[in-house]
Each structure stands twice: as structure tokens, then as C-alpha cells.
């Protein structure tokens, strides 16, 4: 079951992304991104974006995709609501991989959905300028749930 | 932060003594409440920044140091490269377009009473474009955005949004020698474009009274 929340950080915020996969939970931590402008509720799937992102460990990866995200909302004037993503690669999710992921490329396809901003209506409290490597975690935990989290800079 | 652990230097100057891997002290230039309304990760980041190799004489925080990534924001670090010293893309933030600018109205408290203050506080907000959402009336090609990168302040100046006079008061007169517009990416370019003429996403006009002007020196 996919979560997600904003933590605090005096300058800016947290976000984190929990679920039973790697996948789950970088959608979680998309969806925690899109609330740091408005609630994610408010934001219909109406047009999606494909994106792909590849990197050496899972923590550069988060930081990558976020970071992608960042970037369609910013070009397009997009918010997103929904994520549809697929991990491979790099022994994610396997009890022998190594802590952070490291020995093959992971690669991270995903199709993500929402629509254009409208000021009036979304309210946006405030823009996402990038992912930083601040408190940055990509965890596995003891029941083999994923979190994944990180600083964004707003 | 508490201030029972540091050092007062002066008035408006408090040292972190060494302690664990700094090589040199924390010192932060602030007012008493200031200082005890900054956050605890304003000395722990500090003391970071005290321990990085290279470092010379101290790590320093402004008046205005917040809880940033690596260093606090608001840091300020010297590095000797010759006593291995470091290169931090991110020691205080990744804002780097990030500035102050005041701009003097000239005008006077006494002509702000009443209803003005709130008409001025909404002609700036219907003037200037500020926040998600918002966009300018610059709308540059890639000739022109490449011409802007490299002439800076002086580029602006010389399209009419400004004066010869404004560079004279701007940092190296808003111009770095040798800018190389092709090491910026299309995708940092594609970006910028919507934005120029804005003020940012997250941006402050702040409307501020002049008591006095004070020089240390």
C-alpha cells in the first residue's frame, strides 16, 4: 500500500514515499513532490508524460526522478496526481543486493498523469525547484516495505 | 541555539570553540536574539563546515543563518587549495540566481498612512510578476537568451529595462567575463525562458521602513 507525507526542514520540505515495492514508494514520494504545491486531490489526470530516468544507485535515482518531475512541471506548467512506475535493474529488491542498490544501472520508466496548473484553482502554495541530496534515504525495511526520501528545495 | 556553549567575542560575534573534527571555530555575526532564535542545525552545520579539509580561520554565519543543506544557509567559507581544500557546488543552497535588491521609494512613512499602504501592496503584486503560475512579458528566442546569458545586466540595460546607473551599483556590474552560453543545457534553457521578467516562484517584496543607517567601520 503506497504513502506518502511531507516532512519539515526549517528552510524547506521533506518528502517521502512509502510502499511494498521500490516503485510504490518512489510514486509516493512523487505524490508528496506534487503536495508541496496542492493537494494532490485537486489535480485531475487528464494528459501524462512519459519519463525515464537511469542511475547508479537508488538514492541518485530518487534524486534523478524527482528531480525529472520538477522539470515537466516547470516546462510544461503541469502538475501530476497519478504515477505509473517501473523500476529494473541494479539487484533492487533482492534480499542479496548490495545497501544502496550498486553493481547494475537501475532504470526507472514511468508514465505520470495530471494536468495544467490553473492558479484559481489548484491555489499553488509554492514551486519545486529541485531535489537535493539532503536527507536522503532510499530504505528497505524489516517487513520489506520501501521508503524513499529526500529535501526539496522551494 | 543555545548560547550557554558559546564564546562571546563581542557584542555581535559568538564563537563555537573547536571540538571533535573542526579545525576551526564556528563564529556567527548576530544580536544576542538572534542568536537564540536560530535553529540548533545552524551550530551542528557550521561545526560541519568547520571540519571540511582546507578550511581558513573559521566558518562564519550571517545574521540571517538558517538550517540549509550542507552549510547553513547564510554560511560563509574560505578554502586554502593549496591545504587541500574543497570545492562545494552545494554549500549554501543550489539558489545561485538568489539576491537581495532594495530599491529606495524616497518616499516617506508619513506618506504611507491608511488605505495607500494596502493600494501600493496591490499595484506590486499586479506589476510584478511573482509565483506559481505566473509568467512575464519577456519572451526570448534562443539568439536572445543566449545574448542575455552573455551580457547580463549590461543585455538588460541595453534592451531599456534599466539604466547605466544600476550597473554601477551591481556586483562586477552584473557581468562575469568570458560567460559561455553553450555550457548551459537546452533543457536549463528551456527552464529559464518562461520566467525571465519574473521575480521566481517563491520571491518576497517586502515594503520596509529606513530608521537609521549604521557602518561598523
Known amino acids: 500500500m503506497m504513502s506518502w507525507q511531507t ?4 528552510a524547506d520540505v521533506g518528502v517521502r514515499g512509502c510502499g511494498a515495492t521500490l516503485a510504490e514508494a518512489f510514486a509516493g514520494a512523487a505524490t508528496a513532490l506534487t503536495s508541496v504545491v496542492c493537494a494532490p486531490a485537486e489535480v485531475v489526470a487528464r494528459e501524462s508524460v512519459a519519463i525515464t530516468c537511469r542511475a547508479p544507485d537508488r538514492e541518485l535515482l530518487l534524486v534523478d526522478w524527482l528531480n525529472a518531475l520538477i522539470y515537466e512541471m516547470a516546462t510544461r506548467h503541469l502538475l501530476f496526481s497519478r504515477f505509473e512506475v517501473a523500476i529494473a535493474g541494479g539487484e533492487q529488491g ?3 543486493g548490495s545497501e544502496q542498490g550498486i553493481g547494475r544501472e537501475l532504470t526507472l520508466k514511468a508514465t505520470v498523469f495530471g494536468e495544467a496548473i490553473d492558479v484559481a484553482r489548484h491555489q499553488p502554495a509554492a514551486e519545486a525547484k ?12 524489516d517487513d520489506g516495505s520501501w521508503c524513499a526520501q529526500c529535501v526539496v528545495d522551494v | 541555539m543555545d548560547t550557554a556553549e558559546l564564546k562571546r567575542r563581542s557584542e555581535y560575534e559568538w564563537e ?8 576551526v571555530p564556528g563564529v556567527i555575526f548576530a544580536a544576542h536574539e538572534l542568536v537564540l532564535a536560530m535553529d540548533e542545525k545552524v551550530r551542528e552545520q557550521l561545526q560541519n563546515v568547520a571540519s571540511l579539509p582546507g578550511i581558513v580561520e573559521a566558518a562564519y554565519a550571517m545574521p540571517d543563518a538558517h538550517w540549509g543543506y550542507g552549510f547553513p ?5 574560505a578554502f586554502d587549495a593549496d591545504e587541500g581544500g574543497v570545492v562545494s557546488a552545494g554549500g549554501v543552497g543550489f539558489d545561485i540566481s538568489c539576491g537581495v535588491r532594495t530599491l529606495h521609494t524616497g518616499l516617506k512613512i508619513e506618506q504611507l498612512q491608511g488605505s495607500v499602504r494596502r493600494q501600493l501592496a496591490d499595484q506590486l503584486y499586479a506589476r510584478i510578476p511573482a509565483g506559481v503560475g505566473r509568467t512575464g512579458a519577456l519572451h526570448l528566442s534562443a539568439k536572445a537568451m543566449d545574448a542575455m546569458l552573455r551580457g547580463g545586466a549590461a543585455w538588460a540595460v541595453g534592451e531599456g529595462y534599466g539604466t547605466a546607473a544600476d550597473l554601477g551599483r551591481i556586483e562586477s556590474a552584473g557581468r562575469i567575463d568570458g560567460a559561455d552560453p553553450d555550457a ?3 533543457q536549463a534553457k528551456k527552464r529559464q525562458r518562461d520566467e525571465m521578467g519574473t521575480l521566481g516562484s517563491v520571491s518576497l517584496i517586502e515594503k520596509n521602513r529606513v530608521r537609521n543607517c549604521q557602518s561598523l567601520r
Open chain 1, 130 to 141: 529541485g531535489a537535493s541530496f539532503c536527507e536522503l534515504r532510499v530504505a528497505r525495511a
Open chain 1, 7 to 10: 516532512f519539515p526542514h526549517e
Open chain 2, 16 to 23: 563555537i570553540p573547536r571540538s571533535g573534527g573542526m579545525r
Open chain 2, 184 to 186: 548551459v543545457s537546452e
Open chain 1, 94 to 96: 533482492s534480499e542479496q
Open chain 2, 73 to 77: 544557509i547564510g554560511g560563509v567559507a
